[in-house]
């Protein structure tokens, strides 16, 4: 990449930043900073205090469906799903964070805050876990970050994983993709907390608290196309849904294609 696109880069203001990521997408600025938290009562599933080195980035300001109003998805996503997931992802120019990406974000960068909000944990977020009785993404307005990150500290969101993390953790068990983050469940074995860290094997079903926020490289988001997908994931209203959707109409779908919430598309139909 040229010096020039750097010195652009520099002088840029945080509002302009954004106009480097794709609507409902956040720029962060990376950074290095030793991120994590140890509680020994959760061993393994925390990401433990380790230095992590990230390039600017930008992440989605909601999870998926991605959009305030949209409804949390009604199934979380299963690890036999992932796969396909990084395919659907990738033909959008979006992609599963990092784990690195994903704390840092969640954590303010370097002020390593282990809830949303600060020290304690956000009662201003959605608190019931129940999918019935929860509310839209954004109906808690409060619920929000120092970076503009909202309904964190709800659900775990999955992250690509790397040898570097397993080592600081001391792992006995190790994945490609984890899922990080605490939710607003108390009973949870993993850490309640933004550094919370847990794994699923292969085939555990899907379970609702593993939710899933996006990041992406600097302008490489197809965003009419993204936009697209968006509204038919909240029409379909639930990860398996939208993947039968992606799998028959793809990247290059039209508008005709979003069906209405209450005509799922179902594989074979």
Known sequence: MCWWWFLWLGILHAAEKDLLCAGGMIYVDGGSAVLGQLRPAHGEDQVTPMRMRVEDYCIGTFPLPGRAGDHWPEDGLATAQVGDWEQLLESYGVRFCSVEEL?????????NLPYASGMQPPEQCETHFSWPDMKSLGHFESCVSPWGLRD??????????????????????????????GTNRNDTYYAPTNFGHHIHAQEDAAFFDDQLRVCSDLLSVDSGAWSLFQEAMESQGSFMGALFWWETFGPDSSTSTVLDRHQPYIRGE
Do not use: F, I, P, Y
């Open 152 to 181: 964190l500290n709800v659900a775990s969101s999955w992250a690509v994983s790397s040898a570097r993390v397993d080592e600081a953790r001391n792992a006995s068990r190790r994945a490609s993709h984890v899922v990080v983050g």
């Open 103 to 111: 704390v840092w974000a969640s954590a303010t960068g370097a002020r």
